[in-house]
């Protein structure tokens, strides 16, 4: 039997209508929707870009907030030379305050961006912290090393042991040596250490002779025998000289000081001006020369007024204390609180008032009086109180007012009958009132004319 021919077919079943087509075509950028494409994609762009800059810029502030706080923790470091200590303080302050902030952020990509810029400027502050420690720890050290030489430097120049001296300029030349290992600053700085001490200590010998027997031929000496001009220029050590010699020569003279010694402040005048360093550099010179002779001048000009002046000064002690003790004389014999007849109000009142004018007509004195003797301070202040006792005694409470030397020097008010009478009040009052001639003797009748028609005058008033 022959067999049907066969085969497979790959269609699958299907319901679907087949399709028309034509041969129409559309483009899909000519509709008005399909228009509208770019532009809505702008208009999300934008946003999407104004949105991450308001986050920046939010992100921003806030870093900038926290970095204040953190270069404010720094500064607290500055002088604290132990680096690990500023880092790990740095650290327990800072720390909670990124917490602080971070932790009021709502939004999650502002945090994040807070977070990655704070762990930069992170990196920056640990290297502030470790570069100031180590300046704090080198200003500490230099401190430190300054405050041990200059103690070292005042041993020697206290110490007249020579042994002693060496065994200073030793333990200078260690500590220096010393330093400039700790700090690895090479030969050249170590050298010109070592040069520094040695004209320390050369300008603290010379100083300390200044003013004992050659003690120019003893400088000159010290200073040859350590080569010291291949260190120490002639300028500075002759500015040294000259300063050491300038304080030393005014120590000596003090106008007034009755321990003062004019005579060696000249010898030491003649000293300076005659000085010259070992390789013949002099040290009055240059712009030293206009300072020396004016120092010259005044110790020259002081030394002639200056025993008068002394003299003036222990007068003016001397008198201080007997004008004061005639002011204190004239005050008891008013007021005593424990004599019953003399502690009455009038009595202190009478003493206030002849003390104060006593103490006004002294200050007028002394200052009208300049070259006034001793004794004739004296006379004066011994017949002043005997004035004022004869003006004030028995005088009653109204009959006084404040004594000025001005405006009321009639400050007692005394009746015209009585006036008339009392022929000693009259001499008295015309003395303390200047009614004196040329030879001191007082003018009665001019006095008493002016003060008759003072009273007159009060009565009428």
Do not use: C
């Amino acid at each position: 039997m022959p067999k049907i021919p066969t085969f497979e077919s790959t269609a699958r079943p299907t319901t679907e209508v087949g399709s028309i087509t034509t041969g129409i075509q559309v483009s899909p950028t000519s509709t008005i929707a399909a228009k509208l494409l770019p532009a809505s994609d702008q208009l999300a762009n934008y946003a999407i870009k104004k949105r991450d800059n308001e986050e920046k810029l939010i992100a921003k502030k806030a870093i900038l907030e926290l970095k204040s706080e953190s270069d404010k923790i720094i500064e607290s470091q500055k002088d604290n030379i132990s680096e690990e200590e500023s880092i790990n303080n740095w650290k327990q302050n800072f720390t909670p305050l990124i917490k602080q902030k971070t932790s009021s952020i709502t939004n999650r990509r502002v945090k994040k961006l807070v977070e990655d810029g704070i762990n930069l400027e992170n990196s920056e502050s640990i290297y502030h912290l470790k570069q100031n420690s180590f300046k704090a720890y080198e200003k500490e050290s230099a401190k430190i090393y300054n405050d041990d030489i200059n103690a070292d430097v005042a041993k020697f120049k206290s110490e007249t042991n020579p042994n002693l001296k060496d065994k200073y300029r030793d333990q200078l030349y260690l500590k220096a040596e010393l330093y400039n290992e700790e700090h690895m600053l090479g030969s050249n700085d170590l050298k010109k250490r070592i040069e520094a001490i040695d004209s320390v200590l050369l300008l603290t010998d010379a100083d300390s002779f200044i003013g004992t027997p050659d003690a120019v031929e003893k400088i000159k000496k010290i200073d040859k025998d350590i080569n010291g001009t291949k260190f120490l220029s002639d300028e500075i050590f002759n500015n040294s000289i000259y300063n050491s010699y300038k304080q030393k020569i005014e120590s000596v003279a003090v106008k007034g000081d009755p321990n003062a010694d004019y005579e060696e402040a000249e010898r030491l005048l003649n000293e300076l001006e005659n000085f010259e360093r070992y390789n013949g550099s002099k040290t009055v010179s240059g712009k030293r020369e206009a300072e020396f002779a004016t120092l010259k001048q005044k110790i020259l000009t002081e030394s002639i007024g200056h025993d008068t002046f002394v003299r003036k000064i222990e007068q003016g002690n001397k008198f201080y204390t007997y004008q004061t003790e005639q002011q204190k004389l004239l005050e008891s014999s008013f007021f005593n609180s424990m004599i019953p007849t003399l502690n009455k109000v009038i009595n202190k009142e009478r003493a206030s008032e002849a003390s104060l004018e006593y103490e006004s007509r002294i200050d007028l004195y002394v200052e009208s009086n300049p070259d006034a003797s001793y004794p004739e301070q004296q006379q004066y202040a011994r017949q002043l109180r005997i004035d004022l006792y004869d003006k004030y005694q028995d005088v009653k409470t109204e009959q006084i007012t404040a004594f000025n030397l001005e405006e009321n020097k009639f400050n007692v008010i005394r009746e015209t009958n009585v006036i008339v009478e009392a022929k000693n009040i009259l001499i008295t009052m015309s003395r303390l009132n200047g009614y004196v001639d040329e030879e001191g003797n007082p003018e009665v009748i001019r006095f008493y004319n002016d003060y008759i028609k003072i009273l007159k005058s009060r009565q009428e008033g």
